[in-house]
């Protein structure tokens, strides 16, 4: 991992007698982008307002490059926010929009109008550079948002759910831009979203938050493969939770009693007897018409039609399970199908406990 770039260490933010955040500490790495990833009313936001400077940590320090920014000013901290609305000016024109943060550091001309046209530039907005925001689509107002946060170059660029305003399908191709544009600058960016598909496919970095607190950080497929909790297995997205017994751990991997049958994981540190929970993906079930060894029937309550794939909902006995199944896998029109697991799946084991 790169040098520190931003250090958050026992921030506290307190409104009252609410706690808002509580006890963050964060590394966010040079060059990459960190994703604060949770539920509506987690802090996320707040911890991106305590960065730029917009509120005052109650306790703990802000680090940016090393140094302690907590009473420095937000226009002297070097972080730039981009926020979710965009805060674009109707009644000023593409170009001056994003001149608008140079012009109040005072730079003049030609150097002022050489770093917007090339901002504009790289970002693909030379052509409407003479246009109102307002005559621009949702994802062209969100490159000039990009465009007026990136032209006075900031250390840290912070992104407060840049894409939630777009519609899903130009959700997914501005992400791509968005994800384009990082790597090419090499900015450190941290961003904040509580859309899971969206924190999985630009982030190098994830911490999923929950209640003020931060609960992992990793990268996405850590946190995706091998959640530390049923909170963050379940927000990042579907998961199965099996209740499971260990059998035995005698090979060097542990075989597990569950309502799917017996299962075998690697996985170390549980014993005989003990209670367990199996966190098993859709995509590792697999389906079949036909019975087979190692197959257990399952009641088929509904199926979902997604594009990709199909996703069943079935009760083994009386235990619920979800699996998605490839595009062209047998028509929904069977009561009955026999499940079984994908050896390579990847089975991730917990200890038992209430899922919060």
Same mark, same amino acid.
């Given at each position: 991992m790169?040098?520190a770039?931003v250090?958050?260490?026992g ?5 009252g007698?609410?706690?808002a955040?509580?006890?963050?500490n964060l590394?966010?790495?040079e060059g990459?982008?960190?994703t604060?990833?949770?539920?509506s ?9 305590l ?18 920014v907590?009473e420095?000013p937000?226009?002297r901290?070097?972080a730039?926010?981009?926020f979710?609305?965009? !805060?674009?000016f109707?009644h000023?024109?593409?170009f001056?929009n994003?001149a ?8 003049r001309?030609p150097?002022l ?7 504009l530039?790289?970002l693909?907005?030379?052509d409407?550079r ?11 107002q969100?490159r000039?948002?990009?465009?007026? !946060? ?6 840290v660029?912070?992104l407060?759910?840049?894409l939630?305003?777009l519609d ?14 990082q790597r090419?600058?090499?900015k450190?960016?941290?961003?904040v ?10 982030s ?10 931060i609960r ?14 049923a ?5 990042l ?5 099996l ?8 090979q060097?991997?542990?075989l ?8 075998r ?8 007897g ?10 590792a079930?697999?389906?079949?018409s036909?019975?087979?060894a190692g197959?257990?029937?399952a009641?088929v309550r ?6 990709g794939?199909?996703r069943?909902?079935?009760l083994?006995?009386?235990f619920?399970v979800?699996a ?9 029109n069977?009561?009955?199908?026999w499940l079984s697991?994908?050896?390579? !799946?990847g089975?991730?084991i917990?200890p !038992?406990?209430?899922?919060?």
């Amino acid at each position: 991992m790169r040098d520190a770039y931003v250090q958050l260490i026992g921030l506290e933010k307190r409104f009252g007698s609410f706690v808002a955040v509580c006890d963050i500490n964060l590394t966010v790495p040079e060059g990459q982008v960190t994703t604060l990833l949770g539920p509506s009313g987690c802090g996320k936001t707040t911890i991106l307002s305590l960065i730029a400077g917009f509120q005052q940590p109650d306790r703990g320090e802000i680090r940016i490059k090393s140094l302690r920014v907590n009473e420095i000013p937000p226009q002297r901290r070097g972080a730039v926010i981009v926020f979710q609305d965009y !805060a674009l000016f109707p009644h000023l024109s593409v170009f001056e929009n994003v001149a608008y943060g140079l012009r109040r550091r005072r730079l003049r001309d030609p150097e002022l109008t050489g770093r917007v046209d090339k901002m504009l530039s790289f970002l693909g907005l030379i052509d409407e550079r003479a246009k109102s925001p307002l005559q621009l689509s949702g994802g062209q107002q969100q490159r000039v948002a990009l465009a007026r !946060a990136l032209v006075v170059e900031p250390d840290v660029l912070l992104l407060d759910e840049p894409l939630s305003n777009l519609d899903a399908k130009l959700r997914v191709r501005v992400r791509t831009e968005l994800k384009e544009i990082q790597r090419s600058l090499g900015k450190t960016t941290i961003l904040v979203t509580h859309d899971q598909e969206e924190a999985l496919s630009i982030s190098d970095r994830i911490a999923v938050l929950e209640a003020g607190r931060i609960r992992q950080v990793g990268t996405p497929y850590e946190l995706y493969t091998q959640p530390v909790d049923a909170f963050v297995a379940d927000f990042l997205g579907i998961a199965n939770f099996l209740p499971a017994t260990v059998l035995d751990t005698s090979q060097g991997s542990v075989l597990l009693d569950t309502p799917i049958g017996g299962l075998r994981a690697e996985s170390i540190g549980f014993r005989p007897g003990q209670t367990v929970t199996v966190v098993l993906r859709p995509t590792a079930l697999r389906l079949s018409s036909t019975s087979t060894a190692g197959t257990v029937k399952a009641t088929v309550r509904s199926t979902s039609f997604l594009g990709g794939f199909r996703r069943y909902e079935l009760l083994v006995g009386h235990f619920p399970v979800i699996a998605d199944q490839p595009m062209n896998s047998d028509p929904d029109n069977h009561t009955e199908l026999w499940l079984s697991v994908d050896r390579g !799946a990847g089975l991730h084991i917990l200890p !038992a406990g209430p899922r919060s």
